[in-house]
């Protein structure tokens, strides 16, 4: 059975433009390396898209976070060059967590991307609560927070309930 790569919101407002960091930049080659990993193994890749529109400002998530981002159809929503790959799926998401990866038939599912203590946890866990059986994992060099102590914060919440971290 197929292995999931799930690449979450790798997109240029989370790596180098709206609320880009270092540490993001820096996992774009790891995170290159693992899709091409599943890529030779012919096992299955899902990206996800933070998705927003131009009222983000007047939604809940911009009155908290009102840094304007992954707005539909701006460079900045765009999965960063040279990480997508032809016949992977795109979901496009329209806050943390996708509430439907219960209708995905997965045997075994990585997480890799960003935000780790937002997206990635918030998307790990929602997996892990609808296939509590299967394998669930986080590659922590592939991912990165909205600081380093938050990223250590969600990979110790996520190991604790069960998520394998790497």
């Not at 981002?69 to 998401?93: F, P, S």
């Amino acid at each position: 059975m197929k292995k999931t790569l799930i690449v979450v919101d790798m997109q240029n407002d989370f790596i180098d433009m709206a609320l880009g960091t270092n540490e993001a930049v820096a996992i774009v080659p790891k995170v290159r390396e693992k899709i091409e990993e599943y890529v030779k193994n012919g096992d299955e890749i899902i990206f996800t898209r933070d998705t927003h529109g131009e009222d983000y400002m007047e939604t809940n998530e911009g009155k908290n976070l009102p840094v304007p981002h992954c707005i539909k159809g701006t460079r900045g929503w765009e999965i960063a060059d040279g990480l997508y790959v032809n016949g992977a799926k795109i979901i496009d998401k329209p806050n943390f967590g996708w509430k439907n990866w219960d209708k995905e038939d997965f045997c075994e599912v990585e997480l890799v991307g960003l935000c780790t203590d937002i997206c990635v946890v918030s998307n790990a866990l929602i997996i892990k609560a609808a296939f509590p059986e299967i394998k669930v994992s986080v590659d922590s060099g592939c991912c990165a927070g909205v600081t380093p102590e938050t990223h250590k914060a969600a990979l110790e919440t996520m190991k604790m309930c069960q998520i394998n971290v790497m």
